[in-house]
């Protein structure tokens, strides 16, 4: 591999780590508003006041 | 959560198109290792990065050990998830930059092995963190970090102590270091962008990391009632 090839896998390389965790933590923001709002759904339903509704009150 | 997901990928990609622009059009080609020494603007930033989150890492756990604090724990679990992000950069971008100039991906020298242990005690955090048992985590995972932290600066000085293969520092490293007026200007620039990279990734893992927590309370919450 050239000079100029070793260069651009590292940018790649990096870029890839980069947006690849990023990614990783919107995944892992995503799941827990979905979770968030399944368990206020479950709590709603068994007549429970749901977890965020208490926050707001509290 | 769609605003701050566009938002915050936007950022990283401007972020990065600027800093890769300025290390590929803007600094000059140096001298004796020619193209491939512009790995230096992303490799240097990088390493800059994963000490300052590596640094916050301890701040936090000392505040943990003292106060017990859950945000101090969250920023702490934050901070090493980020840093061990940059310091594998660091370690993917130095063996790609050493097979040119060196003629081979790796040697144990003091500065490349003293890295690898670092980012291997903050491995073994994260690892920590995911599989002690509930209840001893946060104080086990606080009392490692305090320890861990002492890696950082024998990676810094372990180019000043040793004799070694990686190159000398380029800044605070005597008479004989420093960089030329264009590149010191493009890595100054870089270094500041990878800073402010490294604290919007920061603080989205910290918030991600106080959701977390704040749903297994729920979680927990539901249970006594036994609702869910």
């Given at each position: 591999m050239s000079s100029i090839g070793f260069l651009k896998l590292a940018y790649v390389v990096a870029w890839l780590a980069y947006l690849g965790y990023l990614a990783r933590i919107l995944l892992g923001m995503k799941k827990v508003q979905e979770e968030r709002q399944e368990l206020d759904r479950t709590m709603a339903a068994n007549g429970a006041a749901p977890a965020a509704l208490k926050r707001s009150a509290g | 959560m769609k605003k701050l997901a566009t938002t915050s990928i936007l950022l990283t990609i401007a972020l990065l198109a600027v800093t890769s622009y300025l290390a590929l059009e803007v600094a000059p080609t140096e001298a004796?290792?020619?193209?491939?020494?512009?790995i230096f603007y992303y490799h240097v930033p990088s390493a800059w990065v994963a000490g300052l989150c590596f640094f916050v890492n301890f701040l936090a756990s000392i505040w943990y050990l003292w106060k017990r604090s859950a945000a101090s724990d969250a920023l702490a679990a934050a901070s090493a998830e980020v840093g061990v992000v940059f310091c594998s950069v660091v370690l993917l971008t130095g063996p790609i930059w050493a097979?040119?100039?060196?003629?081979?991906?790796?040697?144990?020298?003091a500065r490349l092995t003293t890295t690898l242990v670092l980012w291997l005690i903050y491995v073994s955090y994260l690892v920590l963190r995911r599989f002690a048992v509930e209840g001893q985590t946060q104080v086990l995972a606080a009392a490692l970090a305090v320890f861990g932290f002492a890696d950082v600066p024998i990676v810094y000085m372990s180019i000043r102590w040793f004799r070694t293969?990686?190159?000398?520092?380029?800044?605070?490293?005597?008479?004989n270091s420093g960089l030329a007026p264009a590149m010191l200007h493009v890595f100054l620039i870089n270094l500041a962008i990878f800073t402010v990279l490294g604290l919007v990734f920061l603080g989205l893992r910290y918030k991600l990391q106080m959701s977390q927590n704040a749903l297994e309370s729920a979680h927990a919450q539901a249970a006594l009632k036994g609702v869910a």
């Amino acid at each position: 591999m050239s000079s100029i090839g070793f260069l651009k896998l590292a940018y790649v390389v990096a870029w890839l780590a980069y947006l690849g965790y990023l990614a990783r933590i919107l995944l892992g923001m995503k799941k827990v508003q979905e979770e968030r709002q399944e368990l206020d759904r479950t709590m709603a339903a068994n007549g429970a006041a749901p977890a965020a509704l208490k926050r707001s009150a509290g | 959560m769609k605003k701050l997901a566009t938002t915050s990928i936007l950022l990283t990609i401007a972020l990065l198109a600027v800093t890769s622009y300025l290390a590929l059009e803007v600094a000059p080609t140096e001298a004796t290792m020619g193209d491939v020494q512009r790995i230096f603007y992303y490799h240097v930033p990088s390493a800059w990065v994963a000490g300052l989150c590596f640094f916050v890492n301890f701040l936090a756990s000392i505040w943990y050990l003292w106060k017990r604090s859950a945000a101090s724990d969250a920023l702490a679990a934050a901070s090493a998830e980020v840093g061990v992000v940059f310091c594998s950069v660091v370690l993917l971008t130095g063996p790609i930059w050493a097979r040119p100039v060196w003629g081979i991906w790796w040697t144990w020298d003091a500065r490349l092995t003293t890295t690898l242990v670092l980012w291997l005690i903050y491995v073994s955090y994260l690892v920590l963190r995911r599989f002690a048992v509930e209840g001893q985590t946060q104080v086990l995972a606080a009392a490692l970090a305090v320890f861990g932290f002492a890696d950082v600066p024998i990676v810094y000085m372990s180019i000043r102590w040793f004799r070694t293969q990686h190159p000398s520092p380029v800044m605070g490293g005597g008479a004989n270091s420093g960089l030329a007026p264009a590149m010191l200007h493009v890595f100054l620039i870089n270094l500041a962008i990878f800073t402010v990279l490294g604290l919007v990734f920061l603080g989205l893992r910290y918030k991600l990391q106080m959701s977390q927590n704040a749903l297994e309370s729920a979680h927990a919450q539901a249970a006594l009632k036994g609702v869910a």
